[in-house]
């Protein structure tokens, strides 16, 4: 069972889910009964997101090299990386790649490609959407402090 866990620098990484190696099913961990968020075919490496009706395909990881690559109109744009060690790196154009977690006892590089897509992204994203409303919340206080300021 690979074991996805999100980087976190200087503390303890936090526990995601899981890819079950055997049918590519993935499992977002929380308390009771983990969530079924989607699954990889293992044989393609396509990756899709459970959902009502037909699962939502999100792109696919070349299963010879780990290059992941983000579905959209037009070319698939290559957002990601993942070693054979089980590691996972987000591409940055022009600038070294952000570790963003790893996937324990990996079986194969689709593993890695579903924990990208499905456990490690959603949880970036997250994180930078709180970060963003913290950010604006600031400058509206400073905003408003001005004001208060001056009038």
Do not use: C, W
Not at 92 to 115: F, R
């Amino acid at each position: 069972m690979g074991k996805v866990y999100r980087h976190r620098p200087a503390a303890l990484d936090q526990y995601l889910g899981r890819v079950n190696p055997k049918n590519g099913k993935v499992y977002r961990h929380r308390f009771g009964p983990d969530k079924y968020l989607g699954h990889i075919e293992l044989d393609t490496g396509k990756v899709y997101r459970h959902r009502p009706g037909p699962d939502e395909y999100l792109g696919q990881v070349r299963l010879d090299d780990g290059k992941v690559y983000h579905h959209r109109i037009g070319p698939d744009r290559y957002v990601a990386e993942v070693k054979s060690n089980g590691r996972v790196y987000l591409h940055k154009p022009g600038a070294p790649d952000d570790y963003l977690g790893k996937v324990d006892d990996m079986h194969s590089l689709a593993e890695g490609g579903a924990a990208f897509f499905l456990l490690l992204m959603p949880a970036i994203e997250e994180i930078e959407e709180k970060e963003q409303a913290a950010q604006e919340k600031r400058e509206q206080a400073t905003k408003a402090e001005t004001t208060a300021q001056n009038g």
